[in-house]
């Protein structure tokens, strides 16, 4: 009751500028979703149907309203080998399989599909907490450079059957049109907010180059230069064959299943990223693990209706919130409304310039980079401003999952690094002669060494107690070091007490040898815990005590 209460909310909380939106961010993921198509080494169809499917299933069933799935450059790279190597054995056959590795692809996104839902069937979403805000920001530093990179492409023109970078008339005209198109989305909203720039800037331009029947690099003509042949198309259809196809994975059963982690992986990670951006952006907060959900189930339908799959962008997610899209409403006319484009609009799509596009795109760039973190690099600890550096370059070298993961362990090895030298030890003696080690911070892999070099084993006196009241013993290798230093006073023939051990290290520690029931000392003079000595004095009425 409550959950469809709040979609529906989600939907018609402000229906106007959610559709207005919406069409905004179709308009811009025509091009993305060719672009992407083309580097991944498939038909600019295939990606259109993919970004519809993504966008359509994330919008009404993802667990971030205002966000916007589909085709994705950071897939798309994960896709080649697959698709390349499926071809080639394709062909290879006996009775040759044109396109194979498209078979594959679609199989594959089957696999990466499950693999997603069990991510968020498990929880497994939560874990992006653990990514630490430099990382958060060599990500968004990074993708920004990579989305301005990927528009360089656009500037290419076709020369005597070669791409070459446009000169002269063409590409000051090109200039010239990116360059009204972000005056225009710059200055409009100091005039009114009633309408999106972006929509208003590429309705403007596209007037002009129409009209004006200027030369210009269209959505039309990139696709065709790529080797497509239009957006022209029908609904996707049942992919039925692929189940026929099993046969031909026998001996790269390997190269489908490792293809479908990574692609599980980067989307996801891409994804659960972008989410957490636009909670900042809108401050509110989404629901990663039903974002993983409709994620898996999204490349599901992919597969098995012909589309390459995707995941969260962060460039249309943020023209999508810019432009005011706060709803599912806006997500699901997005997707929508490029299907129509398909089935209805494809003459009058390709008729938009690029250079509007382009110049959007670039307003995003500007808008998604942390220009801040310039400011906040002297000032923040060196391990910080080395993370954010390199995620930033490795996501630009790499990909954003490498980037991310590299980043994360960065930071971790960092924060172990700094925890393995807090730990602390007070000695002191007690008035029957017994020495009292009290230990401060973490007892972990990383402070195993200092913690040994502590004690004094073979000039202590007979009877020592360590007390770890203010200690946390962390995983394995901490017990272990307990358990050798209470062997190598017992060698000496001394006695030796644990104090204020947690209950869970006890749980342990008497797990793995029954021996030390006579070393922990059940103490109820445990600070961290206060007990009542009269139970009885609980039974009060709640209004009698003071709050």
């Not at 018609?12 to 308009?27: E, F, R």
């Not at 060719?34 to 359509?56: C, E, Q, R, T």
């Not at 040898?513 to 006579?518: A, C, G, I, V, Y």
Request: charged residues 15%; proline residues 3%.
């Amino acid at each position: 009751m409550i959950l469809g209460h709040t979609t529906r909310k989600n939907f018609t909380q402000n229906p106007k500028n959610d559709i207005l939106s919406g069409l905004t961010v179709a308009l811009a993921l025509v091009p993305e979703a060719v672009a992407f198509a083309f580097v991944a080494g498939v038909d600019p169809l295939v990606g259109l149907y993919g970004a519809f499917m993504m966008g359509i299933v994330t919008a009404l069933f993802g667990g971030r309203p205002g966000m916007i799935s589909g085709a994705t450059g950071a897939m798309a790279v994960v896709m080649v080998h697959l698709i390349q190597k499926g071809n080639e054995v394709g062909l290879a056959l006996d009775t040759p399989i044109d396109n194979l590795g498209l078979q594959w692809l679609f199989i594959t996104l089957l696999f990466v599909g499950g693999i997603q839902i069990l991510a968020g069937i498990f929880k497994l979403g939560k874990f992006v907490r653990l990514i630490p805000h430099p990382v958060m920001m060599g990500f968004v530093n990074g993708l920004a450079i990579v989305i301005f990179l990927s528009q360089l492409g656009l500037f290419k023109e076709t020369v005597n059957g070669e791409k070459v970078f446009m000169t002269g008339v063409s590409l000051w005209t090109m200039l010239g049109l990116i360059a009204l198109t972000m005056g225009i989305m710059f200055g409009l909203p100091k005039l009114t907010k009633k309408i999106p720039a972006a929509l208003t800037a590429i309705i403007i331009v596209a007037a002009i180059t129409i009209f004006g029947n200027l030369d210009v690099s269209t959505v039309g003509s990139f696709i065709k230069d790529g080797g497509g042949e239009g957006l022209q198309g029908s609904l996707p259809t049942f992919q039925d064959q692929i189940f026929g196809l099993f046969g031909t994975l026998q001996g790269h059963w390997d190269t489908i299943l490792s293809t479908a982690f990574i692609l599980a992986a980067v989307g996801l990670i891409e994804s659960l990223m972008t989410l957490n951006l636009v909670d900042e952006i809108t401050e509110t907060r989404g629901n990663g693990n039903r974002e993983c959900i409709a994620q898996g189930g999204a490349n599901i339908l992919n597969g098995l209706f012909g589309g390459m799959g995707g995941c969260a962008m962060i460039g249309q997610s943020i023209i999508n919130v810019d432009s005011g899209g706060r709803g599912r409403l806006s997500g699901a006319i997005a997707a929508t409304a490029l299907l129509c484009f398909v089935l209805f609009g494809a003459p009058l799509i390709e008729q938009i310039p690029i250079a509007a596009l382009v110049g959007v795109m670039f307003m995003v760039v500007i808008g998604t980079f942390a220009w801040s973190s310039f400011r906040i690099l002297r000032k923040i600890p060196i391990s910080d401003a080395i993370v954010l550096i390199a995620v930033s370059a490795i996501t630009v070298w790499k990909d954003l999952a490498v980037a991310v993961i590299a980043g994360v362990i960065i930071s971790a090895l960092v924060f172990a690094w700094k925890n393995a030298t807090m730990i602390r030890a007070r000695k002191r003696m007690q008035p029957d002669g017994t020495k009292t080690y009290e230990i401060w911070g973490p007892l972990f892999f990383g402070s195993i060494q200092n913690f040994n070099s502590k004690f004094d084993v073979k000039n202590d006196p007979d009877n020592v107690e360590i007390d770890f009241v203010e200690s946390r013993v962390s995983d394995h290798s901490a017990l272990e070091a307990i358990f050798n230093l209470v062997n190598k006073y017992e060698a000496e023939g001394k006695s030796i007490k644990l104090k204020h051990l947690s209950k869970d290290c006890k749980v342990l520690l008497r797990k793995a040898n029954s021996k030390f029931e006579d070393v922990i000392v059940e103490d109820v003079d445990d600070p961290r815990y206060h007990l009542a000595e009269d139970p009885e004095s609980f039974t009060k009425p709640l209004s009698e005590y003071q709050l």
